[in-house]
């Protein structure tokens, strides 16, 4: 198993499109590491980058203090598991996991061991006599992972994997996943998706990539808790946080802020002297607002409740064109919220000061 370290990585195509770049990362032996981030970020680039598919433009690859960069794929020590699953439909399991070995020149002993190890950590070991044809979805799934456990890599790259299950599989897989993790306690393994859910569950720390770099780096409480900017803040959690602007009234250890809708935020998030009458934008997650009937940091009509048993969810009228509508997050059922006037508030530890779209927490 390895460490990578990306130093200054860069992707660039025809020497002007710019796809990634000032990449720097440290991960570490048995972390399992998830990129995401909006449609076109570069994660599967970056992915397939450490893979040695795509040509690094810049900066340099590192696994275990070897520079990678013009190493071909096949001896990088690396595996990679794809969206699709890429089996051999006339090969049964054990065949299919076995051709990696087979073509590495291992001896059948070796390769039998192999298997049988891997089919065991997967569950798969009544399928091994199968053909793909008669697998479902996530059993295919497992075998693609089989094929590359066998290769006992230094790092298991991951590029969406479960994109193409449907819903309840894919809850299936991911605690599978999440199960083989565990199992393999040394594995350093990178995982690419655009679902927050994967990434919350699955990941040791994540990486939030936007606007062609790292937007942030941490664990996902620490994302989801501590925003280092606006993009991460609104980008995990879903509904997305609320955003308001106003104006700092007061500071101190906490901090005042008169919003342009009227209401008033007390955030946790502390301010200098300096940093009165500064513009700001108050975020807080749907789920941190409660309904008030005395001070109050936001007040409006609801438009539209979705009652989901356990929550309820309140979208508020917009107040202006252009202008994303606040979103509630009740504990359960509030149908008969809808059309009213409500007011809600939030504890002060559960609001975010950002200005200029850069959390006060990390200046």
């Given amino acids: 198993m390895a460490d990578l370290k990306l130093t200054d990585v860069a992707k660039t195509y025809g020497g002007t499109v710019d796809v990634l770049k000032n990449i720097n990362l440290d991960i570490k032996q048995g972390e399992l590491i998830v990129f995401v981030g909006p449609s076109g970020c570069g994660k599967s680039t970056?992915?397939?980058?450490?893979?040695?598919?795509?040509?690094?433009?810049?900066?340099?690859?590192?696994?275990?203090?070897?520079?990678?960069?013009?190493?071909?794929?096949?001896?990088?020590?690396?595996?990679?598991?794809?969206?699709?699953?890429?089996?051999?439909?006339h090969m049964t399991v054990r065949d299919n996991m076995a051709f990696a070995?087979?073509?590495?020149?291992?001896?059948?002993?070796?390769?039998?061991?192999?298997?049988?190890?891997?089919?065991?950590?997967?569950?798969?070991?009544?399928?091994?006599?199968?053909?793909?044809?008669?697998?479902?979805?996530?059993?295919?799934?497992?075998v693609a992972i089989g094929r590359a456990i066998v290769r006992d890599p230094k790092v298991y790259l991951f590029d969406e994997p479960l994109s193409n299950l449907d819903a309840s599989l894919r809850v299936a897989t991911r605690i599978e996943i999440a199960q083989l993790k565990e199992a393999m306690p040394e594995s350093t393994m990178i995982y690419v998706t655009h679902d927050q859910v994967e990434a919350m569950t699955l990941a040791s720390r994540i990486v939030v990539l936007a606007n062609k770099g790292i937007a942030q780096v941490g664990s996902p409480l620490e994302l989801y808790e501590r925003p280092e900017n606006e993009f991460v803040a609104q980008f995990i959690g879903s509904p997305s946080m609320n955003l308001l602007p106003g104006v700092i009234e007061k500071t101190g250890k906490q901090t005042t802020v008169k919003l342009d809708g009227?209401?008033?935020?007390?955030?946790?998030?502390?301010?200098?002297?300096?940093?009165?009458?500064?513009?700001?934008?108050?975020?807080?997650?749907?789920?941190?607002?409660?309904?008030?009937?005395?001070?109050?940091?936001?007040?409006?009509?609801?438009?539209?409740?979705?009652?989901?048993?356990?929550?309820?969810?309140?979208?508020f009228a917009p107040e202006a064109d252009g202008v994303d509508p606040v979103i509630g997050k009740l504990p359960g059922i509030h149908g008969d919220l809808r059309g009213n006037l409500v007011k809600l508030n939030a504890p002060a530890d559960k609001i975010q000061v950002f200005h200029e779209g850069k959390s006060l927490l990390y200046r």
């Fill in 262 to 315: 009227g209401g008033t935020a007390v955030s946790a998030v502390p301010t200098q002297t300096a940093d009165k009458g500064m513009k700001v934008n108050i975020g807080v997650r749907p789920e941190d607002l409660i309904e008030t009937t005395g001070d109050y940091l936001y007040e409006g009509k609801v438009n539209i409740t979705e009652a989901l048993g356990e929550v309820t969810i309140l979208y």
């Fill in 46 to 89: 970056l992915l397939r980058m450490i893979a040695g598919l795509e040509k690094i433009t810049g900066g340099t690859l590192e696994i275990d203090g070897v520079r990678m960069n013009d190493m071909p794929p096949a001896q990088r020590g690396i595996a990679m598991v794809f969206q699709s699953y890429a089996l051999y439909p």
């Fill in 101 to 142: 070995l087979k073509l590495a020149k291992k001896s059948q002993s070796e390769i039998d061991a192999a298997v049988d190890r891997a089919a065991k950590v997967l569950q798969l070991d009544e399928y091994l006599d199968r053909l793909p044809k008669a697998l479902s979805g996530g059993q295919r799934q497992r």
